[in-house]
């Protein structure tokens, strides 16, 4: 079993539609979850940290966190064109170690 | 306030060779990770490094080194390359708690030939 399990996509929705992506882990230790978006042939750019169960909103970004189902998931209202990325889900396992699922590609198309 | 600085941002090596890639962290951050990314792998964990000292390495070969300067900045390196080493090597600095955010810098890409 992978450590960090996303669904690799695409998930193609309508510009201004929610986009939803999920994340499951397998440390039940891990104390925190963040979210990162990728542009093809760029660097990963962090959108969203959540260290507690339960809901955080930053902008049209809102990410969930259930420990007890070790499920991490991201919300983008309104989508965009410009959202369309790939989205990684990390988990950090401990001294910075961070575990990357494998990234889940977005289209939001116009 | 500057970002995480990676250098060079291009490079190209032949099998054998052996590489050195840098990076300097958000000022005040005080530990550096580095990961490899390729499209069949991913992102993956190379080592962590907190005031010149390895807290934390990952399931890659002894080839693969790093090292921590008193100012923060970093370095790894690769030696005797191999064409499966070719791939985008990120840095990423964070302040010096255990569970803080993590930034990355634009990365190297390294081809090996």
């Known amino acids: 079993q992978k450590e960090v399990e996303q669904n690799s996509g695409p998930l193609s929705v309508p510009e201004g539609a929610i986009a939803s992506l999920n994340c499951t882990y397998s440390d039940r230790v891990s104390q925190s979850f963040f979210w990162y978006r990728q542009y093809s042939g760029k660097s990963p750019e962090l959108i969203m940290s959540?260290?507690?169960?339960g809901d955080k909103e930053d902008g049209r970004f809102t990410a969930q966190l259930n420990k007890a189902s070790q499920y991490v998931s991201l919300l983008i209202r309104d989508s965009q064109p410009s959202d369309s990325a790939t989205y990684l889900c990390a988990v950090n396992t401990g001294f910075q170690k961070l575990v990357f699922g494998t990234g889940t590609r977005l289209l939001v198309s116009p | 306030k500057a970002g995480v600085t990676q250098t060079p941002r291009y490079l190209i090596k032949t099998r054998g060779q052996q590489v050195t890639l840098s990076c300097s962290p958000i000022?005040?951050?005080?530990?550096v990770s580095w990961y490899q990314q390729t499209p069949g792998q991913g992102l993956q964990f190379l080592f962590e490094y907190f005031s010149e000292t390895q807290r934390n390495k990952g399931n890659f070969p002894g080839r693969f080194s790093g090292r921590q300067f008193s100012n923060s900045r970093s370095e790894m390196n690769v030696s005797t390359l191999e064409l499966g080493d070719s791939a985008l090597y990120l840095c990423?600095?964070?302040?010096?708690?255990?569970?803080?955010?993590?930034?990355f810098g634009q990365g190297t890409r390294l081809t090996v030939v």
């Open positions: 990423a600095s964070s302040l010096a708690d255990m569970n803080t955010e993590a930034f």
């Open positions: 959540i260290y507690s169960n």
């Open positions: 000022s005040g951050h005080r530990s």
